[in-house]
């Protein structure tokens, strides 16, 4: 019986983005400092406040590859560790991107490897994980008679995002891998630090600031951060706001960002712009029914 082809994308594939704007407010890289190879890790908090971000940034500071994955309840065993791919005359078996994980790590020295929102993967795979965030640091894989660990020393870091926020196509982490791994909760950033981040990320892409705006803005997503209403502005959601006023004008970029918001959210939300940014509720409504320009 002929060998099994194994197949897998370049390490050059996997190297970091560079030229990223990340505001290191909370001091998060000195900690990846500390805990990169040594301690796998969950960063769980809001969307849009740079979990994601914070670990590309770094991998890209220190030319680590990473590959990131997209979890959903939808993922199967054979998306993490890998498949055969009927390809013409051949069948190879294609590695996934924990099997992958390993051998960029054992070819390069290291590898980061990303779970965007972990917890959607279900509780079935999420145990698919424990083989590599524990002691034994390999992943069994008979499709392809094929053990997959890392060198003596080679390094892989397992790092996860999730959202703290309850919505459907998440699960709770099995309690097995939560032991496996450190948590990280963050939170949305001190008023000036979420400033200090948007003024950065909007000076890179050379868009004037106007400070007075931003501080109504940030005062505005702080309130809808209360629980009151359903949807929470981000911080990511603050920097759309400024790059769609420079484009086209304050009250179209607040109209698009209500459009965020349903039901009474949507209603409560124009309450408060109102009350803001001084701008009348009623002329955003009529925008999304037509009758303003």
Known sequence: ???????????????????????????????????????????????????????????????????????????????????????????????????????????????????EEINALTPQMQKVLNGSTDFRRTIEVPECKKVFRLDPKAKLWIVGTMNDAVYGGVYALNEDLKSRLRMLPLKYPKKTDEQKIIAEVLHKAEIPVDAQLLGKLLTLAQESRTGSIEYALSTRDLVQIVEDVHRVGLNRALWIATGKFEGSNQETILKRIASILGIGERLLADMGSGKSA
């Not at 099994?4 to 704007?21: C, F, H, K, M, T």
């Not at 590309?56 to 990131?68: E, G, H, L, M, V």
């Not at 498949?83 to 924990?98: A, D, S």
């Open 1 to 115: 019986m002929s060998a099994i082809q194994i197949e897998r994308l370049s390490a050059d594939d996997y190297a970091p983005r560079q030229g990223l704007v990340y505001v290191d407010t909370r001091d998060l890289h000195p900690l990846y400092d500390k805990l990169a190879f040594l301690s796998n890790i969950v960063l769980a908090g809001p969307k849009g406040i740079g979990k994601s971000l914070s670990v590309a940034s770094f991998c890209a500071i220190k030319q680590y590859p990473i590959i990131t994955f997209d979890c959903s309840e939808d993922v199967r065993r054979s998306h993490l560790i890998g498949m055969f791919v009927p390809r013409g005359p051949e069948t190879p078996f294609v590695l996934g991107p924990l099997t992958s994980a390993y051998e960029i790590a054992n070819e390069t020295g290291q590898c980061v490897l990303l779970f």
